[in-house]
T-cell receptor
C-alpha cells in the first residue's frame, strides 16, 4: 500500500517568509509525528497528533512553529518568519496507534532551505 | 537524550554478516528496542523491533540479551545497498510523551565490495 508522503520534497525560501509543509499519513493511521533533522544529526521530535488533537508539542522550538491536523488525516507544519537556522529536513511519520508496540513509518521528508 | 549507545561507524565486507551492537543499560521493563536505518537523503526505514525475545524478519534478526541491557542487529548477508546509518532506539513512555522516537547519532555502516 501507499506509504507516508510529504510535499514539497524541496522548499527554498527567504528569511522572514512563511512556509507550509504537508504530510499525508498511511491510511487508517491515527497517530502522526513530525521530526526535524539537521545535517549530521539524528531526527528530533517536534510534535505528534492522536487524531485531530496535538497530544504533545513539547519539541516545537518556539512559537513560530505550528502544526494542524483538522480532519485527523493530513497534517500541515507551518513555520512563520523563517530563519536560516530553520533549514533542515522535516520528517513526518505515522503509526496505527501511539503505544510502544506500534511502529512508526516515515515519509521521505521535505528539505527546507532558508536563504 | 537517547538512552542508547552505538559505535559511530563500522565496516563490513559484502556478503558477510553485519553485526551492529547497541547498549541500553537503563532500559525499563515496558520499553521496546527499535532499529531503523537511514540511507542518504531518505527518510528513516523501519527494520525490526523487540521487547524481550529475539526477533527475525525478512530484513534482519534482533538479538536481545537476557538482561535486556544490550542488543545486536544482524544483517545476515550484507549488500552494498545496506550502507546506511543504523539507529537503535529504546521506545517507551517518557513523561508526557507517548512513545515518540528519540534518535541518537547511530552507527554508520559501510559495506565494502
Amino acid at each position: 500500500g501507499a506509504g507516508v508522503s510529504q510535499t514539497p520534497s524541496n522548499k527554498v525560501t527567504e528569511k522572514g517568509k512563511y512556509v507550509e509543509l504537508r504530510c499525508d499519513p498511511i491510511s487508517g493511521h491515527t497517530a502522526l509525528y513530525w521530526y526535524r533533522q539537521s545535517l549530521g544529526q539524528g531526527p528530533e521530535f517536534l510534535i505528534y497528533f492522536q487524531g485531530t488533537g496535538a497530544a504533545d508539542d513539547s519539541g516545537l522550538p518556539n512559537d513560530r512553529f505550528f502544526a494542524v491536523r483538522p480532519e485527523g488525516s493530513v497534517s500541515t507544519l507551518k513555520i512563520q518568519r523563517t530563519e536560516r537556522g530553520d533549514s533542515a529536513v522535516y520528517l513526518c511519520a505515522s503509526s496505527l496507534g501511539v503505544n510502544s508496540a506500534e511502529t512508526q513509518y516515515f515519509g521521505p521528508g521535505t528539505r527546507l532551505l532558508v536563504l | 537524550d537517547a538512552k542508547t549507545t552505538q559505535p559511530p561507524s563500522m565496516d563490513c565486507a559484502e556478503g558477510r554478516a553485519a553485526n551492529l551492537p547497541c547498549n541500553h543499560s537503563t532500559i525499563s521493563g515496558n520499553e521496546y528496542v527499535y532499529w531503523y536505518r537511514q540511507i542518504h537523503s531518505q527518510g528513516p526505514q523501519y527494520i525490526i523491533h523487540g521487547l524481550k525475545n529475539n526477533e527475525t524478519n525478512e530484513m534482519a534478526s534482533l538479538i536481545i540479551t537476557e538482561d535486556r541491557k544490550s542488543s545486536t542487529l544482524i544483517l545476515p548477508h550484507a549488500t552494498l545497498r545496506d550502507t546506511a546509518v543504523y539507529y537503535c532506539i529504546v521506545r517507551g513512555h517518557y513523561g508526557g510523551s507517548q512513545g515518540n522516537l528519540i534518535f541518537g547519532k547511530g552507527t554508520k555502516l559501510s559495506v565494502k565490495p
